[in-house]
Every structure is written in structure tokens, then in C-alpha cells.
């Protein structure tokens, strides 16, 4: 997922060059969710896996 968010930001980036401002909002924008989503996803599965350790150490 961060890998799309990043080729989006890099299609904003270059549309934002070339003058296509519609463009470029609508993959800055469509970048922004997927690395906001990333960013939870990560969190969530930080949270799980700190969890599971501690469930397997015992403590």
C-alpha cells in the first residue's frame, strides 16, 4: 500500500509540473488516504504483534 501511495505522489508531483492541477489534487489526495491507511494498518498490526509476544513470553 505505501508502494501506491508513493507512485501517486510521484504522478501528483509531475502532473503539479506539467500544469495539470486536477490531476495532480486528485492523486495527491488519493495518496494521502492510502498512506494514512498504511499508517493504521501498521499501528494495528505493531499492537497485535506486541500483544502475541507478550502472550508467548509468558509475562
Same mark, same amino acid.
Given at each position: 500500500? @505505501?508502494?501506491?501511495? @508513493?507512485?501517486? /505522489? =510521484? %504522478? &501528483? =508531483? %509531475? *502532473?503539479? !509540473? @506539467?500544469?495539470?492541477?486536477? =490531476? *495532480?489534487? &486528485? *492523486?495527491?489526495?488519493? *495518496?494521502?488516504?492510502?498512506?494514512? !491507511?498504511? %499508517? %493504521?494498518?501498521? !499501528?494495528?498490526? !505493531? /499492537? @497485535?504483534?506486541?500483544?502475541?509476544?507478550?502472550? =508467548?513470553?509468558?509475562?
Amino acid at each position: 500500500m @505505501l508502494k501506491w501511495a @508513493l507512485i501517486f /505522489a =510521484i %504522478v &501528483a =508531483i %509531475v *502532473a503539479g !509540473l @506539467l500544469g495539470f492541477t486536477g =490531476i *495532480a489534487g &486528485a *492523486a495527491a489526495g488519493i *495518496a494521502k488516504i492510502l498512506f494514512f !491507511l498504511f %499508517v %493504521v494498518g501498521f !499501528l494495528i498490526f !505493531l /499492537a @497485535l504483534g506486541t500483544f502475541a509476544a507478550k502472550k =508467548i513470553s509468558g509475562n
